[in-house]
């Protein structure tokens, strides 16, 4: 019997609910109902009439949401519990604070902050003992390195304590000291009889002797990692989480029920929620409580077959559980959820949380006094105790004179620039959309004093970079600071003059990707040499790593002379990394448009998360690596990191991953320190204001200090604005204006790092890259083979001619064949992504093809294939396709001019047409290529081809005659409407050719 539908104030219906029913449509009662249904409802010819009584009665045994309320709106309930002693349900948050709440009616009872991250309160580094009114007893805290997330009482005043460390703790609470200490480490913890059930994340669920902690049992019969389990008379239940494939973990439906009797499994119980957290709540029978995270609650008998029917929901409005308990008089279920909501459910409205519960104390009630008793009988009573207004005529001494005082009309603010610059005009009304800068209907009491000539507004009006009119600010913003962006045409970026904007050597970043507020970040890593040489030296298996995709976009800066590259691949590693979605690193494209996101907090942020992500990436010992280079060179000892010798002092905690492994993640705190008096000097200024902005620093340093040898550099110093790179003076560099510049964050360099580090580049890309590699389909086998791969005496030499042709798919999923006149690369990057469009009639690409269980192709990751781009490039070969110039772009990757032979203007003349290859491969070669579907081998093939037609055409320096060639293709070109004839030859030389499919060896 479900009563979700009812209200939980589970007395506040009406009396009755009455509707109409119109003539012929008169009730009658149906026979096979169950009269106990029928009670309390009444028919009657006029309509129904449906009697709610005043207490609802529940059936007992059945659990229904009798309350809810929010801790605190948006917080996560991280931990719940009823009390033992007294009729008190306590609550801790994400936030450490503490909260109780009586009865079945959840009153609120106490409230308080209990510690850094949440009566007992354990935290992942600290065990506090409050009182139930928020006195501390103790704080407890732990030796460094633990990770602490279960505590179990196994006394009146002992207790255990466990976690992801590598070893359990025995806490006595009468002398607040640890009293034993056991191994290994234990994440779950439950206690039956005399006997400790310990589970682990590696999915092993181990019986223990309760006084000794010695093993008795051990049930593994878990493949993937443990969620939770209940143990009950002679039954223990588990779920658990099982793989998906490509490292996804799952809640399995099935749940491993284990008899204590003989020590082994029986029947798997199935059922129909992902259960995450379960319980046996024992009443008449040993009923098990499966919940899962997005609310679902179902109850079974654990030895029998579940049903779909005792599914209920807990109505959590679409927030995750977070926790789950049971009271000891299993009369109430309480569920906390993401959004600090407390949902208690029971399946009687009366409910008692204990057998026997001590009386709770309540705080005396607020004592307020009341107003005094006039006694009118009293003579000298003052009249000026009786409140009463003003009535007389005459004018009050306070009371300014007309000539004296000048009416001040409130001062409409202005209007907001960006609906100004959104406005269109209908006769003499404006109107625009609504960019949501403000609160509905409010506008601030007192405006600020802003010197506006309303008469000059429009005037004088500065342009951005793109030369697009803008609308200013109240605090005007020089140019070369504003936003830049990318003005595109008919020609995409081909006609975009980026030299406007950079004229220096230095390499800006594009800005029209998403989550491109890291360009600044990565052009200050970029400039700093340790971290840069660091990176590129780094190489290494995974296939998202943000330090190799760091060191690769580095290489590329290295080589641009002043043209803007794109940090596409390393941004889409960034989003794939689960840490930096936990940290709000990651923005929506909404999110960065509308200027939602607070960047001073978001950059410092990512400073963080890219810094200890790099520590850990350059430290981690892999097994065989298919990549060696001369990372090791850099780091020097493998227990030193050069990211925590650059930033300072390291502090190590102690974790453990879900796969068993330790990992010693590292936060770092710079070393230098400044001392009092300079803080309490700066500190000390009565009222803080723009004009008393310094820059401050310590008596000893110089801004702009030498990097070697001491004294002040005479370099330039220079503003990146993404793609905009401009110098500037040095007074302007250091100069602050609060009212639109702050600094984010702030770099200081050690003058003889260079002595500390080996600063060498070593290219860590070596040949085997282009050996034999293992594919990542399934189902591909050798006869399905496209190319051959290179031997190591086949290796190509600078100069050689190698053909090169990229198709693409929608969206941002890439497919990369590199071949010559016999395919030694013919490579399918393999994508978790969904795919919109395969663009089958372009790119050749099926579907399936992307697919590592369906697909026959050779499939790879998209780094395994930009290894071997690179080596080819760092080589010296020469590419030649048709388009290179795109393919490069979404590959990101810079190549030299003088590498890159692109057939596209080969044959074009200026201020024309640019022409197909598939055109040109008819009208020079007599070849009819892309006919059903698109094929890359056969363009390589072909742009091979054209390429040495143009040879043939040029040998001798004949340009003369190249250029009437080229004319008499475009006279061609303009008769056929640059469509290829079906039946007529390429250049009246015969029948069209195709190039003959190549066998696979």
């Not at 169950?34 to 009584?53: H, K, R, Y």
């Not at 942020?605 to 298919?626: C, D, K, M, V, Y």
């Not at 401050?696 to 110089?702: D, E, H, L, N």
């Not at 388009?883 to 772009?889: A, E, I, N, T, V």
């Amino acid at each position: 019997m479900n009563f979700d539908g009812l209200d939980p104030g589970m007395g506040e219906y009406a009396p009755a609910l009455h509707g109409s029913l119109e003539p012929g449509m008169e009730p009658s009662m149906d026979p096979r109902l169950n009269p106990v249904l029928l009670q309390g409802v009444e028919l009657n010819p006029d309509g129904f009439t449906v009697a709610v009584p005043e207490s609802v009665h529940m059936m007992e045994g059945m659990f229904s949401e009798l309350h809810s309320v929010h801790a605190e709106v948006g917080v996560p309930v991280t931990a719940t519990h009823f009390d033992l002693q007294e009729e008190l349900l306590w609550m801790g948050n994400h936030r450490g604070h503490g909260m109780s709440f009586f009865g079945p009616t959840m009153g609120r009872y106490s409230s308080f902050q209990s510690m850094e991250t949440g009566v007992l309160f354990l935290s992942k580094s600290n065990l506090k003992c409050q009182t139930r009114g928020g006195l501390v007893m103790f704080d407890y805290l732990m030796e460094e390195g633990a990770d602490m997330h279960s505590l179990l009482m196994t006394g009146n005043n002992a207790m255990l304590m466990g976690g992801l460390q590598n070893y359990v703790l025995e806490f006595d609470l009468n002398t607040v000291q640890q009293t034993q200490r056991y191994s290994p480490g234990v994440a779950i913890m439950r206690q039956y009889n005399r006997f400790l059930f310990c589970g682990n994340i590696s999915g092993k669920v181990s019986l223990c002797d309760l006084r000794t902690f010695k093993l008795e049992h051990e049930f593994d019969a878990f493949s993937s990692s443990l969620s939770d389990f209940d143990v009950h008379g002679n039954l223990l239940a588990a779920c658990w989480f099982s793989s998906r494939g490509m490292n996804e973990l799952a809640c399995d439906r099935f749940l491993m029920v284990f008899d204590l009797r003989m020590m082994r499994t029986v029947t798997p119980l199935q059922v129909h929620v992902d259960p995450l957290f379960l319980c046996f709540i024992p009443t008449y029978t040993s009923r098990l409580a499966i919940i899962s995270q997005t609310g679902q609650c179902q109850f079974c008998e654990p030895t029998g077959l579940a049903n779909l029917a005792d599914v209920f929901h807990v109505n959590t409005v679409g927030q995750l559980l977070m926790s789950f308990d049971v009271s000891s008089s299993k009369q109430a279920l309480v569920f906390g959820d993401s959004g600090g909501g407390v949902h208690l459910w029971s399946d009687a409205p009366e409910v008692s949380y204990n057998g026997y519960s001590q009386e709770t104390e309540f705080a005396l009630p607020c004592l307020v006094d009341s107003l005094p008793q006039l006694d009118w009988i009293h003579d000298l009573l003052p009249l000026s105790l009786i409140p009463m207004p003003f009535t007389s005529s005459e004018p009050l001494l306070s009371d300014w004179v007309t000539t004296q005082a000048t009416p001040s009309p409130r001062r409409a603010p202005p209007v907001d620039p960006e609906i100004l610059h959104t406005m269109k005009t209908v006769g003499f009304v404006g109107y625009a959309p609504n960019p949501h800068t403000r609160p509905r209907d409010q506008v601030p009491y007192k405006i600020k004093e802003v010197e506006l000539d309303f008469d000059n507004y429009n005037q004088g009006v500065p342009e951005s970079p793109i030369g697009r009119d803008e609308e200013p600010h109240i605090y005007m913003v020089p140019k070369k600071y504003r936003k830049v962006t990318i003005k595109y045409s008919k020609l995409g970026l081909e006609d975009f003059d980026f030299k406007h904007y950079n004229r220096t050597l230095f390499a800006g970043l594009e800005p029209h990707i998403p989550n491109a507020y890291c360009n600044c970040m990565i052009q200050v890593l970029y400039f700093l040499e340790p971290i840069r040489c660091l990176v590129q030296n780094h190489l290494c298996q995974k296939e998202f790593c943000l330090a190799c995709e760091l060191g690769f976009l580095f290489h590329m800066l290295d080589l641009s002379r002043g043209d803007p590259c794109l940090a596409s691949n390393f941004l889409r590693a960034f989003r794939t990394i689960p840490e930096a979605s936990a940290l709000c690193l990651i923005l929506a494209d909404s999110d960065e448009q509308t200027g939602k996101a607070r960047l001073g907090r978001l950059i410092q942020s990512w400073n963080r998360f890219i810094l200890t992500q790099l520590h850990q990436e350059t430290q981690e010992q892999e097994g065989p690596q298919a990549y060696r280079g001369a990372s090791s060179s850099v780091l020097g000892s493998s227990g030193e990191s050069v990211i925590g010798r650059k930033f300072g002092c390291e502090v190590e905690n102690s974790s453990l991953c879900r796969c068993g492994k330790e990992t010693v993640p590292t936060a770092f705190f710079p070393s230098f320190r400044f001392e009092n008096e300079i803080i309490s000097k700066i500190s000390l200024f009565l009222k803080q204001g723009p004009p008393e902005w310094h820059t401050i620093g310590p008596a000893s340093s110089r801004l702009g200090e030498g990097l070697a040898g001491g004294g002040v550099t005479h370099q330039q110093w220079y503003l990146f604005n993404d793609f905009l790179i401009e110098p500037i003076d040095k007074a302007e560099a250091a100069q602050f204006d609060v009212n639109w510049k702050l600094p984010a964050i702030l770099y200081y360099a050690k003058r003889n790092y260079h002595s500390k580090y080996d600063l060498r580049i070593k290219n860590p890309i070596e040949a085997s890259v282009l050996l034999t590699e293992a594919s990542l389909a399934r189902k591909q086998r050798k006869s399905h083979a496209t190319f051959i791969p290179l031997m190591v005496s086949e290796m190509p030499q600078a100069g050689d001619l190698v053909g090169l042709d990229a198709e693409f798919v929608t969206l941002n999923q890439e497919e990369a064949e590199l071949r010559s006149d016999v395919p030694f690369i013919d490579d399918y990057i393999s994508t978790q992504e969904q795919v919109v469009d395969y663009l089958t009639q372009y790119s050749g690409i099926k579907p399936g093809d992307l697919d590592a269980k369906i697909s026959s192709k050779h499939l790879t990751t998209l780094k395994s294939t930009y290894l071997k781009l690179r080596f080819l490039i760092d080589t010296g070969v020469r590419f030649v396709g048709h388009g290179l110039q795109k393919d490069f772009r979404v590959i990101n990757l810079l190549v030299l001019k003088d590498q890159v032979v692109d057939t596209v203007y080969l044959f074009h003349m200026p201020r024309k047409k640019m022409i197909s290859l598939h055109f040109l491969a008819w009208y020079f070669l007599d070849l009819n290529i892309q006919g059903e579907n698109h094929d890359s081998i056969e363009d390589a093939r072909t742009a091979l081809a054209l390429y040495r037609k143009y040879l043939e055409l040029s040998c001798g320096g004949a340009i003369d005659e190249v250029r009437k060639v080229l004319k008499g293709l475009y006279e061609k070109g303009r008769k056929l409407d640059w469509k290829v004839p079906d039946c007529d030859t390429g250049d009246g030389q015969g029948s069209p050719k195709i190039f003959p499919s190549v066998k696979g060896l």
